[in-house]
């Protein structure tokens, strides 16, 4: 059974740093493109970052691209979003996510696999 744990989130100030952890079990990432995406009330989810573990290009959200950092550590099975300067507009819950190589990112059924969210809540 695949199962995703998050961690990290929480509450801070405008212009502060959280890092989101999230550690996969029954599952391997090298065979799959992850990524963290998050849906803010009363929006629509949206992709944050996701990349493949095995190589392969980067992508970020304009909103986030030069404040967040995605990356893994595979022999941990842990994939983690580095979060700078964050803006009350960050404010959502965060998940993290696995889709099948080769599939349509943009796309949210593409994603295979959740976790089950972390709050993350920014104040001005």
């Known amino acids: 059974e695949v199962q995703f744990v998050e961690s990290g989130g929480g509450l801070v100030q405008a212009g502060g740093s959280l890092r989101l952890s999230c550690e996969a079990s029954?599952?391997?990432?090298?065979?799959?493109?992850i990524g963290w995406f998050r849906q803010a009330p009363g929006k629509e989810r949206e992709g944050v970052s996701w990349?493949?573990?095995?190589?392969?290009?980067?992508h970020y959200a304009g909103s986030v691209k030069g404040r967040f950092t995605i990356s893994s550590d595979n022999a941990k099975n842990t994939m983690y979003l580095q979060m700078n300067s964050l803006k009350p507009e960050d404010t959502a819950v965060y998940y993290c996510?696995?889709?099948?190589?080769?599939?349509?990112?943009?796309?949210?059924?593409?994603?295979?696999?959740w976790g089950q969210g972390t709050q993350v809540t920014v104040s001005s």
């Open positions: 996510a696995a889709a099948l190589p080769k599939s349509d990112y943009g796309v949210i059924t593409s994603w295979k696999y």
């Open positions: 029954g599952f391997t990432f090298d065979d799959y493109t």
């Open positions: 990349f493949s573990s095995s190589g392969g290009r980067t």
